[in-house]
């Protein structure tokens, strides 16, 4: 098939994402962008959502918050989702005759905050099979290497599902279950086991990877820097809609999809990009 291309997508970053699981696209986000997803982090952190949580437990220092299912109510977020680059990124990437959006993401670590996110990959929370899942990290602060995501390079081809992860503590989702999905290994006990990716990045900067791409990410023990980090999910031609044994997350609920339905069969989860269409500029 003849891939779909980006300005910010060359034959390199294409090939780096199909052996490695994880890319990252430097200035694929103009200025604009990050402005409107900066007024709609604070809208989210004045009157969070139904699914916002607070992983620093009360009186240690920073802050480490996460919400999910923004862009229905956050009107920010939607005009980011729908009109932005990230669709025509994501369907590049994935090599997809389509970009569905599935749903966003917020993680944000306030300087101080030592809380770290669990190594995981995201597939298990979902209900979607298929190979073509992928997530659009963008941070809109500086982000130090020290304090960025770090991904397993390779690990999504290693044809293992890892069992979900509480961010609050690091528990399995199953856990003392007969669990459907096996521990995820101990990364940090044996990196040199591993290639393990991370970069120093610039807002405007996104890191793109696979559902099934281990990640984890360290505190943020920046003095003065925030690390925002708004995630936007995408599927594309082969995913479909599937049952899992326990809780997913996000709880999207009301979209009347049965296993095997493709996503964009609900109106919750549109197509907002098509192989062919017109162009956006970043």
């Excluded at 031609?237 to 326990?246: L, M, Q, V």
Aim: aromatic share 12%; charged share 25%.
């Amino acid at each position: 098939m003849t891939q779909p291309r980006s300005p910010v997508i060359d034959d390199a970053n294409f090939t780096v994402y199909r052996e490695e699981g994880v890319t990252c696209l430097r200035a694929a986000f103009e200025p604009r962008w990050l402005d409107l997803l900066a007024a709609g982090v604070d809208r989210e952190m004045a009157n969070p959502g139904p699914i916002a949580r607070e992983y620093t437990p009360p009186g240690k220092a920073g802050r480490f918050f996460g919400s999910l299912v923004m862009w229905q109510r956050i009107p920010e977020f939607r005009d980011f989702v729908l009109h932005s680059p990230a669709a025509r990124i994501a369907g590049a990437c994935m090599g997809s005759d389509k970009a569905v959006f599935y749903h966003d993401q917020l993680l944000v670590k306030e300087p101080g905050t030592e809380e770290h996110t669990p190594w995981h990959h995201d597939q298990p929370y979902y209900f979607v099979d298929g190979m073509d899942v992928i997530s659009i990290w963008l941070p809109l602060d500086p982000v130090a290497r020290e304090t960025c995501p770090e991904f397993v390079a390779g690990s999504h081809r290693w044809g293992k599902w890892f069992a979900p992860r509480f961010f609050r503590d690091g528990a399995d989702y199953y856990e003392g279950t007969a669990a459907p999905f096996e521990p995820a290994p101990d990364i940090d006990g044996h990196r040199d086991d591993y290639t393990v990716r991370s970069w120093e990045l610039a807002p405007g900067d996104c890191i793109v990877f696979h559902g099934l791409t281990l990640h984890g990410a360290p505190g943020n023990a920046s003095p003065r820097h925030r690390r925002r980090g708004y995630a936007t999910r995408w599927v594309g031609d082969d995913a479909r809609f599937a049952e899992r044994p326990g809780e997913v997350s996000p709880p999207i609920e009301g979209h009347g999809l049965v296993p095997g339905d493709p996503l964009e069969k609900s109106d919750m989860f549109p197509v907002v990009w098509r192989r062919g269409q017109q162009e956006r500029t970043a």
